[in-house]
């Protein structure tokens, strides 16, 4: 989900009409979730250590994490 569709949904649950200030409050809501959701995903992984595939999940948490570093 990205942070965009995360600020749509916040407008309609209040009738889609709010002013420039709430929707400031909608996009700083809107980035912390998507910081706190992305960095539970790079958790995942992190934790799947299995030796086999450990190279390719520490890839994937690394590449998780840095989605957020673009994004700013």
Do not use: P, W
């Not at 209040?14 to 200030?21: A, C, D, L, W």
């Not at 992305?38 to 989605?67: F, H, M, P, T």
């Amino acid at each position: 989900m990205t942070k965009e569709e995360i600020i749509d949904m916040a407008c309609q649950s209040f009738g889609g009409v709010i002013k420039k200030e709430e929707r400031d409050n909608f996009i700083a809501f809107a980035k912390l979730v998507t910081e706190k959701e992305r960095e539970e995903c790079a958790k995942v992984c992190d934790a799947y250590d299995n030796g086999r595939y450990s190279n390719a999940a520490d890839l994937c948490a690394e590449s998780i994490r840095a989605r957020g570093q673009i994004e700013q």
